[in-house]
């Protein structure tokens, strides 16, 4: 019974020990199965692309970067195939090891290299392949031997290399007997025109983002979509000796076609380059063209610019940016420097807001005009050259007043005196209700980056109320100020200005068009049509008469504003806005001149004519015809016929028919030369000069300076020099100032061909403070 019993006992043990052991045995299962659960279901992607890493060597293929053109299709920005350059360190390192010399006993038999001699071989190797790549790449030789030495299987040595450049660097890695080195296709950025429409278009950084401008504000519709190429590799990083390979193409990036007309932004970059040397001025220049009727930005530019193809070099030709890093140097240098690169990449007109001066008037008429609060026919706007609101006096800008005036007058004379007394009929709540209508407390839309918008007061007293009348203590950017007038001319309606007209995909085909958007009715048609001829007024009655195009009709405003501190006098802005034609206004034009350096500082005098200009080049460039008036018939154009070899009686007949004055010299019956060439298109009052046996002069003539003189004079000046005179600007039956010569083309004191026609501007100094 005993021994029964302790077997018993004896096979209840052995049980709970075999159940124990099983219980860690199920325990255990359980556990590596959790383990393996959470392996290979949890954590699974993690795990693939670990396993991916190590088994597979993934290149980037990068897309090429879409196109910009111009509204005509003309190419602004391209990007142009390329290579990167590439290496393999772990295949560089099997094929260095592998190149050591071999060597064998007196018997023939191979001697086994030691590590020494391997990482001898392996350093030499690495060593002439980083030496290839810094040549031709001028790269720093130790910087690219240390990319060749890391534990990796891709590293990138260079990005945008030329074809040829990447060429030579392959036909040298053959030629010596190395590998490990890659060329895939890349692309680099390219702007055709350089520093053209530098602050529109913006520019790329070393990996293709954009960083300014359209490329930053359309960086994804341009950059495309990079593809990829996966080889498989071995666990020393190497190639397989098998071929596997997956190929996965680039989507490229689409175009973007801007509302920009190179024509536009040329007149418009031209203009304001020449305004911005002849004012000095210290803060820069800037100027937008806009079609009001579809809010289409045609040109927009500041001065100074740059060289997109260089961003980050200050031209040579803005000596007096330069001139500020003068006994600078080191830290202080480096920032400087970058301060004025940011300067430069700054789209003024869109990013820096201003005290727009007297071109607001036209929002203080317009409003006045609308709510009732004036009529077209008010009269009796007295001024006596200043007004004193509360315990402030104010002046108007011509000391002495302007006396007794209708409404049409006081836009005309831009009299501050009467918009303080036209603000204070509106009241605070009016002109505030207005200004947000007018969209100036917000952004105006534009599809461009960095848009700021207007700072104006929280709460309007008295004086605030007067002061804001004409345009001074609040601000708002040029492209705000400039649709708030656009809004006037285009029945009331306040459009949304765009940049980007079409986005079309790699063929050209059109994926979206950029449609004209109303963003409110501003005004009634009624008032705007008053205003127009208020505007037009302006021009040729008023401040802005410097603005005066022969054929065209144009209206505008001129302003000049203070800046902080205002008790330095030097500090000021002087601007004009212009529209035409104003028979039916369709294009508008800004022009902001920030601190000239000139003693002419108002915008009748240097800003105005500026405008002029260009809309005598934009105008006919737009396909809107001339209609010149009786007085205007001296500044219709003739084309000069060829008319050497004809007889000199069809020679006289053709000229007479034409009704230009001609000269003979000579006594031959035959026309055998003649000035100005055939071709050559000049104004009635120039005489041609008929050759008829005598020789013509074929030395150059030096341009003398005409500044200053007055039509009669400037042209005999010209013609006493051989050269034909193209009168632009004021003319002198348009104003009761003297009309006098501003500027001219070419320069005085160039060297030009005889018989060449010097452009010369007219205007007048009797507005130069407004």
Excluded at 24 to 31: E, K, L, N, P, S
Excluded at 84 to 105: L, N
Aim: charged content about 25%; overall charge negative; some cysteine.
């Amino acid at each position: 019974m005993a021994r029964k019993r302790s077997n018993k006992k004896k096979m209840t043990m052995r049980g709970r020990i075999v159940l124990l052991i099983l219980a860690f045995a199920v325990f255990g299962f359980v556990i590596v199965g959790i383990r393996l659960f959470y392996l290979q279901v949890v954590t699974t992607n993690f795990y693939q692309s670990k396993a991916a890493e190590n088994q597979t060597k993934d290149m980037i293929i990068t897309p090429t970067r879409g196109t910009i053109y111009d509204r005509n299709m003309t190419e602004l920005a391209v990007s142009a195939t390329t290579q990167e350059i590439s290496v393999d360190p772990s295949g560089i390192r099997d094929k260095g090891k592998a190149s050591v010399k071999q060597k064998t006993d007196e018997k023939g038999k191979q001697i086994p290299a030691t590590d020494e001699e391997k990482q001898a071989a392996l350093l030499a190797y690495q060593e002439k392949i980083a030496e290839i790549l810094a040549e031709n790449l001028e790269l720093d030789y130790t910087e690219v031997l240390e990319k060749i030495q890391r534990d990796v299987s891709y590293v990138r040595i260079a990005r945008r290399v030329d074809a040829d450049i990447a060429d030579t660097i392959m036909q040298q890695i053959d030629e010596t007997g190395l590998s490990g080195v890659y060329t895939t296709e890349d692309s680099k950025r390219y702007y055709k025109y350089g520093n053209f429409a530098s602050q529109i278009l913006g520019f790329t950084n070393d990996d293709g983002e954009g960083l300014y401008g359209v490329e930053l504000q359309y960086n994804d519709i341009l950059k495309g979509v990079a593809g990829r190429v996966v080889k498989a590799t071995n666990a020393l990083g190497s190639d397989m000796p098998y071929d596997y390979e997956k190929y996965v193409e680039a989507k490229n990036g689409n175009g973007i076609v801007l509302t920009i007309d190179e024509g536009v932004q040329h007149y418009l970059e031209k203009h304001l380059e020449q305004v911005l040397q002849s004012t000095d001025a210290k803060k820069g220049v800037c100027g937008i063209v806009m079609n009001i009727k579809t809010g289409e930005i045609l040109g927009i530019s500041t001065k100074p610019d740059f060289d997109l193809n260089d961003p980050r070099t200050i031209p040579e030709e803005y000596t007096s940016l330069l001139a500020e890093l003068d006994n600078l140097s080191g830290d202080e240098y480096k920032k400087k420097y970058s301060e004025i690169l940011l300067r430069l990449w700054r789209n003024k007109p869109i990013n820096d807001t201003y005290e727009p001066g007297s071109t607001f008037k036209v929002f203080t008429v317009s409003t006045a005009l609308e709510e009732g609060v004036v009529t077209p026919e008010s009269s009796g706007f007295s001024c006596g050259g200043f007004k004193v609101v509360k315990d402030r006096k104010i002046n108007c800008w011509k000391s002495g007043g302007h006396g007794s005036q209708t409404l049409k007058e006081t836009l005309a004379n831009s009299c501050n005196v009467a918009m303080m007394d036209i603000s204070a009929m509106m009241g605070a709540d009016m002109f505030r209700k207005y200004f947000n209508a007018y969209g100036m407390l917000e952004k105006t839309g534009i599809d461009l980056p960095g848009e700021a918008t207007g700072i104006f007061f929280d709460e309007m007293g008295e004086v605030d109320l007067a002061t804001a009348s004409f345009g001074q203590n609040f601000q708002v950017t040029p492209l705000q100020e400039l649709c708030m007038v656009a809004a006037v001319c285009n029945d009331g309606e306040l459009v949304v200005p765009h940049i980007v007209k079409e986005i079309v995909d790699t063929e050209g085909n059109v994926q979206q068009t950029m449609e004209t958007q109303v963003k409110r009715q501003v005004l009634s048609e009624e008032t705007s049509d008053v205003m127009c001829e208020f505007l037009e007024n302006v021009v040729a009655n008023g401040t802005g008469q410097n603005a005066y195009v022969a054929g065209y009709r144009i209206g505008g405003k001129t302003a000049t504003s203070q800046k902080q501190p205002k008790s330095d006098n030097s500090l000021r802005i002087a601007s004009f806005i212009g529209v035409a034609p104003m028979d039916d206004p369709e294009y508008a034009v800004i022009v902001m001149i920030d601190e000239p350096q000139t003693s002419e500082k108002g915008g009748g005098a240097i800003a105005a004519p500026v405008v002029g200009r260009i809309f005598e080049d934009i105008l006919p460039y737009l396909g809107v015809e001339a209609a010149f008036s009786e007085e205007e018939a001296d500044r219709q154009e003739i084309t000069v016929p060829s008319l050497t070899n004809k007889s000199l009686e069809d020679a006289k007949a053709a000229l007479d028919e034409l009704g230009l004055e001609y000269r003979v010299k000579g006594d031959d019956d035959t026309v055998t030369d003649q000035l100005p060439v055939g071709g050559i298109s000049i104004q009635p009052d120039n005489t041609v000069v008929l050759y008829c046996g005598e020789e013509k002069s074929t030395d150059k003539v030096t341009v003398p300076d005409v500044s200053g003189m007055s039509v009669e004079v400037a042209r005999a000046e010209l013609a006493n020099n051989g050269l034909y005179m193209k009168q632009n600007g004021i003319a002198s039956w348009r104003t009761s100032g003297a009309s006098a010569a501003v500027t001219q083309s070419p320069a005085a004191n160039s060297e030009v061909a005889r018989g060449s026609v010097v452009t010369v501007a007219f205007g007048n100094n009797m507005t130069s403070q407004e």
